[in-house]
């Protein structure tokens, strides 16, 4: 087949090649592009094929090293994949004779070290295909036309400031799924537009970590531990869009770094809402940035647009209706404040003239009280004065009984009289009569009831002459 341009003899496991004379490197000038992915075949079977220009030999565990001389014969190169081999070393030579290489895939081997010159020589090589190695470190990569460069998933752990310097072309740089935790500052890129380090275990940057990047467009930045926001000068001018998503996000709604930080975002639509998520406190994990904060925010930028009212971020209108608005909530919290307080000052008189009025009650009944105690005992002085005298209860005797009852004699009316009436009645005249009298030995008795009062009589001049007359 003189003509044969393109060969796939892809998943061929038990694949030999050999030439019709017996040789056992195949040798053709017409083929331009060869497919022999996993085939167990090594790179030395290719290289009598001199014009070749396409090279697809992925997946080829038998492929462990490069050397010097390994595409020495093909020297119009220009892709080649070697992929998922178990490639463990490179010869910085390996590469030199390719001058118009321009990709170069080799993902998924084992290389844990490059030499810096490894593709200076390249002159066209403008896409590099490194991930799923096992670099720990990076030595710096010389190439002017490099534009698309591939370290992901290399185990990196350090990124040097000059790493990049003498890639003076590149313009995308994929980084993500690394062990990266710090860029250092003035990292030198000139002319990078697209940078990939989401996934890694970044915590923070700073005001110069990406200074040097005049040109970066999109910036990838989700998955890693950043909790803090950004300040706007951390990031480049020219940025067009940001991922930040997959980051705990610490979200203090009272910080103005994280207002700002959102602010700056939204205005230059840099990305979405829904990939701001909040991660801590736990109240507010997995709300975006905009619901957790809206009340704080909202209070912040109505403060914010009164003390700044020449401001352009809202319209003239707007700020019409939100004083209006301010208005009515000040004089309705005005109202409240003075209602509430006539309403207290009314109930504490109210609950002061209830106090009053129980006090007075309780005077009034001790009053009460101690007019009945006085009364009670005025009625039992005039009770006791009142009672009648034994004596009035006994109604006088009747004729017979007077007859019958036994009449005094006159000592036993001496012994009636007070001393004061003996005294009187002992002058001659009275001893005289009083022995006349006691040598009578009858006495009548005129009248029963009428003598025996006179005898109590306490004049005893009467009753001298009533005794006298009696006799």
Known sequence: MPSLQTLYLNNNQFLQIYSTMGIQHPFSTTINTIFINNCKLTVNYI??????????????????ELIAITFQKNIHLEIIDLSKCSINHIDYLTFYPLTNLT??????????????????????????????????????????????????????????????????ALISLNLSNNYIEY?????????????????????????????????LTKLKLNGNRFYQPFKETMLPDTLTSIALNDNPWRCDCYSLDLKYFYDYLNINDLTSESNLVCYSPTNLTG????????????????????????????????RVWLFLIITFIT????????????????QRARREQVQMERLANEARERLRMIRDRQTMSLNNIAASTNAPDPRDLISPPS???????????ISDLRLKR??????????????????????????SVSSSASSLIVYQDNNPHD?????????
């Open 103 to 168: 990709e170069l895939h080799l993902s998924d081997n084992r290389i844990n070290y490059l030499h810096s010159e490894t593709f200076l020589y390249n002159l066209k090589l403008s896409y590099l295909n490194l991930s799923r190695n096992h670099f720990k470190t990076l030595e710096p990569i010389q190439s002017i036309s490099l534009k698309h460069l591939d370290l992901s998933y290399c185990e990196l752990n350090i990124i040097e400031r000059n790493t990049f310097k003498s890639l003076t």
């Open 331 to 346: 004089l309705t919290v005005l109202f409240c404040v003075v209602s509430n307080a006539r309403r207290l000052v009314t």
């Open 399 to 409: 004729y017979e009984e007077a007859l019958s009852m036994l009449r005094p004699s």
């Open 287 to 318: 709300s975006t940035w905009n619901i957790a904060c809206k009340k704080q925010w909202f209070r912040y930028n109505l403060i914010n647009n009164f003390n700044h009212p020449n401001t352009n971020t809202i319209p003239h209108l707007e």
């Open 183 to 215: 860029l250092p500052d003035y990292l030198s890129i000139n002319n990078l537009q697209y940078l990939d380090i989401s996934y890694c275990r970044l915590l923070l940057i700073t005001d110069y970590t990406f200074i040097e990047f005049n040109q």
């Open 47 to 64: 290289n009598n094929i001199v014009n070749l220009t396409q090279l697809h030999m992925s997946n080829n565990i038998l492929i462990n």
């Open 418 to 443: 007070p001393l004061s009436m003996l005294s009187t009645e002992s002058t001659p005249n009275n001893m005289i009569s009083m022995s006349n009298a006691h040598d009578q030995q009858s006495i």
């Open 463 to 471: 009753s001298r002459n009533n005794v006298q007359q009696s006799l």
